[in-house]
Each structure stands twice: as structure tokens, then as C-alpha cells.
């Protein structure tokens, strides 16, 4: 594995009085899956979304410790949240394109951007929608509205959209969670074919998913991380006895 | 009593109760259909009004209210627009905006004919504007605030949450998020309450009668000169409603045929709010699916 790219130290966050992460160091290496996993409420969802600054949409959240992206603090007083998640993008529960067309949904970032070159625009569209393996289904076509789409197509779609501004790390907020067993192996599948060039690190309540498609995985209890690993080890032969019970289904 | 039968009984009176309803308004509708439509003619709708004579027609009243309808919809659109879009989208829950929108709230409920007052003593008298469309479109513009402020922040409500994540999560700021992403998505709405509140504003009369004024001059409609005192686009003159032509007719309206001329009227105003309404539902419909699916 590489240089780390992504690093978390002691992270509390609050909301309001509350202490829903308590001291969080968790690092990420560039490149490959890491799976959260943990019990609902545990506060892995609340981590990921500290990653790319999506808490601050939350009233009443204070966070302390640092989060460093690249060798900057993301929560620096003069980080730019706009340029953080360029870099860091994410994918959500619930699809959530946008209520226009695929192409357009796709080209988003981009043409915002300032991006006007529509050959240009054309290649990104197909790269992406062919990177998340949904590009054979959709480009019949093109310009019709993405919400007519079935969930799981979204869903790649929505993929695609955080491709195409080509960020380094994409987070998925239990991406499959809310689709068919199809549609999740075919995201599964996509995954797998971004780990070579993309940071992704993906909350999943499937701990089957989890060993499935994650190089490290994270068990996040009660606001604290108990262990991360190897997935292998995780699964195998965890060191906490925690994670040996949540993994087994005995859970205290 | 059974509870089947509870549920029986209860359905049976919201339906007669929903009836009742929808009879009332059958009932007006049919009254003011019945008795205005035979008044209508090409005539009526495009002549000018005559203070003693029979024959007189509502021309210039109809393009009175359409030019006052647009000049109060191009003020308080873009003021409506951003009032909403500060509301719903950047301020937080704090006391400032909890006073705001109270202040909408009690404005919205502001009987017309205060505004209408107050548009005569601030508008007509203090800053001198006569009674002319553009005090009329300002009281208007009162009128007409909350009640929009209210349907676009209503719009903008039903914007999923996930919507705006998903912007903001591809690195779009949050400007960017509202004018590109939520704005688009809430066009169909957005522009159905518009119309909505267009056809309030179209039939409002206490509001303009202290302010718009309550005389007509004859227009001269081959002059378009917006500074021309007879021209129809000028906004400083004085301009009578259809709506205010109504209740004036009936007040102290001395033409023989005041009678046929306010059922006229009635059934114009009548037909023009309903095909308000129509049009609202179709082009919502229309851009919703366009927006939607393919």
C-alpha cells in the first residue's frame, strides 16, 4: 500500500451537548476500499460525513481534532469546502440524481466548472458512466430524465457524477442500502473495478458486503473505533472481543 | 354504535361536506356565468367605458388589469424570489428570522383594504405618484409579498434535502447548489404558485382603489410611448381595474345598463382566474413530467 492520504486525529464531534464521536484516529492509505461497519447509531455515518465537510450543513455540530487531507487541514479556519469536496466526493443512501437528464446529471461539476468543450464533455460522460458499469444501460439514452432509471441504475449514475469531477477519495454513505440484490452486486462489482485509482471508503451495514469488496475494515461502537484491520483479520480473526461478537452476530 | 358503522357515518358527512362545497361554488360559478356570458361580445371586451350611456365596454379596464397584474408581478417576483431563497435556504433558525416570518404572516393577513390605505397615504400622497399604475402596482406588491413569499419557500420545501447534499457533495458552492440544482427542480412549483397568486392579484380591488385609482381615461392604443400621457404603457396614470370597475358600477355606476355591464365584467373576471388556474395545474403537470421522465 501507499503513502497515506487521508489522516484523522483524536476527531470529537458534538451535536449540540451529545459526544457522537469521542477521539476517532483512523488513517487511510491511497487508493483501495475500507469498509465502516458497527452497530446503528455507532457513528460511522457521522464520520464519513466529517471527511468532506458535510456536517456543516447539520445546525449545532461542533468538531475538534484534525483532519488532514493531502498534508492540509481540512477543517482549517481557511479550508475551502467547496475545493475539499472536488476532492473528496460522495455518494449517498438514497439515489439522488438530479431531475434532469443522465448526460446532464453526469456533466454537473464540470459544466458548472466553467467546462464548455463538448467533445470534451462527451468523453467524460462516457468514461465515467463506463468506469461505474452503467454506461451499456443508459447509452441508448443519454438525454432522458435519470429519475426515470431504475434505483440501482441511479445509483450509478449517481457514481458517475462523483467521477466525473475526478475526485481522489469518494465516500459512500451505504450506497446499496436502499436497492435490490442485483443492483448491489452490480455496485459491488463497480467498486471493485475503481479500487485501483480511487481512495473509497464505504459504510455498509452488510457485513457480507464488507469482506465481499473492502481491502481494511473499520468497526466503529458507541462513537469509538475498536479496531481496524485488514478485512481478513476483521472477519477472521479479530483482536477485540467486541468486533469478535458484532462480526458473529452475538451482539452485547 | 359499531365502529364499521362509525366509519360509515363519518365518511357519509365529509362526503356531504366536500359536496356541499363543491355546490357552493358550482351554485356562484353558475351565476355569474349564466347571467354575464350573454353580455359578452367583441364589443364589450375591447370598447371603452361610457360614465352615462348604454353600449360602454371594460377594453380599457381588461388591459388595465393585465399591464397592472405584470408591473406587480415584475416587482415582487425577484423580491418574493430572494426573500424565500434567504429563508429556506441560508438563515438559520435564530430570532431574526422568527420575526421575519411573522412579519410575513401578519402581512399576509392584513385586510386589503389597509394596504390599499396605506398605498394612498405613502405612495399617492407622500411620494407623490398620483393615483397611477405604479401606485397600484406598489400596493399590490404588498399584497401580493407574503402570500408568495410563502408559495416559493413552500416550493423550495419540497426539494429533497438530499438534492442540495448532492451539490454540495460534487463541489458546488452553495449558490451554485441553489441557482443550478434546487432552483431548477422547483421551476414547476415555483411557477404554479406564481400563477396562483396572479389570480389574486388579478381580481384584487380594495388594494387599488385608493391607489390605481378608480377612472379610466381613453388609451390611445396606436401609441406606445410609454411617457405619452394617453399611451396604454404609461404608468403613471391613472388606471381602473376591472375588478374596482365592478364594485364601482355597483356603487354609484349611473349608465342605464349598469346592471349587464357588472354581470359582464363579473364573468370576465371570473373566466380570467379560472383559466389562471387551469393554466397553473397544466404547466405545472407539463414541466414536472418534462423535468422528470423523458
Known amino acids: 500500500m501507499s503513502k497515506e492520504i487521508l489522516t484523522t486525529q483524536d476527531l470529537h464531534l458534538y451535536y449540540g451537548e451529545k459526544e457522537a464521536l469521542k477521539g476517532i484516529n483512523l488513517n487511510f492509505d491511497a487508493k483501495g476500499i475500507t469498509a465502516l461497519i458497527g452497530p446503528s447509531g455507532c457513528g460511522k455515518s457521522t464520520y464519513l460525513r466529517t471527511l468532506n465537510r458535510m456536517n456543516d450543513l447539520i445546525p449545532n455540530v461542533t468538531i475538534t481534532g484534525t483532519i488532514t487531507f493531502k498534508g492540509e487541514n481540512l477543517y482549517a479556519p481557511n479550508a475551502d469546502t467547496v475545493e475539499i469536496r472536488k476532492e473528496i466526493g460522495m455518494v449517498f443512501q438514497q439515489p439522488n440524481p438530479f431531475p434532469f437528464s443522465i448526460y446532464d446529471n453526469v456533466i454537473y461539476g464540470l459544466r458548472i466548472a466553467g467546462e464548455k468543450d463538448k467533445e470534451k464533455l462527451d468523453a467524460v460522460v462516457e468514461k465515467s458512466l463506463r468506469q461505474a458499469a452503467v454506461w451499456d444501460e443508459v447509452k441508448d439514452h443519454l438525454h432522458e430524465s435519470a429519475l426515470a432509471l431504475s434505483g440501482g441504475q441511479q445509483q450509478r449514475v449517481c457514481i458517475a457524477r462523483v467521477l466525473a ?23 459491488e462489482a463497480t467498486l471493485l473495478n475503481l479500487r485501483h485509482d480511487y481512495t473509497i471508503i464505504i459504510v455498509t451495514h452488510n457485513l457480507q458486503q464488507a469482506s465481499r469488496i473492502a481491502d481494511r475494515t473499520a468497526f466503529f461502537m458507541n462513537g469509538e473505533l475498536v479496531e481496524v484491520d485488514q478485512t481478513k483479520n476483521i472477519f477472521m480473526n479479530p483482536a477485540k472481543k467486541q468486533t469478535e461478537d458484532y462480526i458473529s452476530g452475538r451482539f452485547g | 354504535m359499531n365502529s364499521k358503522r362509525q366509519n360509515k357515518i363519518a365518511i357519509g358527512a365529509l362526503y356531504g361536506i366536500a359536496g356541499l362545497v363543491v355546490l357552493i361554488l358550482l351554485a356562484l360559478l353558475g351565476y355569474i356565468l349564466a347571467s354575464g356570458v350573454p353580455q359578452l361580445s367583441w364589443h364589450f371586451l375591447t370598447a371603452p367605458a361610457k360614465a352615462f350611456l348604454k353600449g360602454g365596454g371594460v377594453g380599457v379596464q381588461l388591459f388595465n388589469s393585465f399591464y397592472l397584474l405584470i408591473l406587480a408581478m415584475a416587482i415582487s417576483f425577484p423580491i418574493a424570489l430572494g426573500a424565500a431563497i434567504y429563508l429556506y435556504e441560508y438563515a438559520r433558525d435564530n430570532w431574526v428570522t422568527t420575526t421575519i416570518r411573522t412579519a410575513i404572516e401578519i402581512l399576509s393577513s392584513l385586510p386589503s383594504v389597509v394596504v390599499g390605505l396605506f398605498g394612498f397615504l405613502f405612495f399617492v400622497v407622500k411620494l407623490r405618484l398620483g393615483f397611477s399604475i405604479l401606485s397600484g402596482a406598489f400596493a399590490l406588491t404588498f399584497f401580493n409579498l407574503p402570500l408568495l413569499t410563502r408559495s416559493i419557500e413552500d416550493s423550495l420545501r419540497t426539494i429533497n434535502l438530499e438534492q442540495r447534499e448532492g451539490g454540495l457533495a460534487l463541489g458546488l458552492s452553495r449558490w451554485e447548489t441553489v441557482t443550478r440544482v434546487i432552483l431548477p427542480a422547483a421551476v414547476p412549483s415555483i411557477l404554479t404558485g406564481v400563477i396562483l397568486s396572479a389570480g389574486r392579484v388579478f381580481g ?26 394617453s399611451s396604454p404603457l404609461n404608468p403613471m396614470r391613472p388606471a381602473e381595474t376591472l375588478a374596482v370597475h365592478i364594485w364601482k358600477i355597483n356603487s354609484e355606476g349611473i349608465m342605464p345598463d349598469a346592471k349587464a355591464i357588472s354581470s359582464g365584467s363579473s364573468a370576465v373576471l371570473i373566466i380570467a382566474i379560472l383559466l389562471f388556474n387551469f393554466t397553473a395545474r397544466y404547466v405545472g403537470k407539463r414541466l414536472y413530467k418534462r423535468l422528470t421522465s423523458a
Open chain 2, 204 to 229: 384584487e380591488a380594495a388594494a387599488l382603489i385608493y391607489t390605481a385609482g378608480q377612472s379610466a381615461p381613453a388609451l390611445n392604443f396606436a401609441d406606445w410611448n410609454p411617457f405619452n400621457i
Open chain 1, 165 to 187: 469531477v475526478s475526485p481522489e477519495i469518494i465516500l459512500l454513505d451505504e450506497p446499496t442500502s436502499a436497492l435490490d440484490p442485483v443492483s448491489s452486486s452490480q455496485i
